[in-house]
């Protein structure tokens, strides 16, 4: 289940750094991956399938119900996922970072 939590941030990370280099490819960098496209693109995939291959149940189980597995896997990551988006609906205006 933790694995099913990180994966959504991994990928997110290829997603930023493509629109960065697209967006702002002038800023200075320490490093500059070559073939950032297809790095980015095949990391994505294989953070989705990855994902996707998460809700298998694990022979060791013994799962007898496999839809209510992944049923309630499911619930639980979307409500754990769900954490940080409540929070920062609920952020209180005195939590703001001055502006530099």
């Given at each position: 289940m933790t694995t099913q939590l990180y994966i959504p941030m991994y990928g997110l990370l290829f997603v930023s750094a493509l629109k960065l280099r697209r967006t702002r490819p002038e800023i200075p960098r320490g490093y500059r991956a070559p073939a950032l496209p297809l790095l980015g693109w095949v990391g994505i995939v294989s953070c989705t399938l990855a994902f996707i291959v998460g809700f298998v149940p694990p022979k060791q189980?013994?799962?007898?119900q496999p839809i209510a597995y992944?049923?309630?896997l499911g619930g639980l990551v979307f409500a754990l996922g769900a954490v940080p988006f409540v929070i920062y609906a609920r952020r209180k205006p005195e939590w703001r970072q001055p502006s530099p």
């Open positions: 189980l013994k799962v007898e992944v049923a309630r």
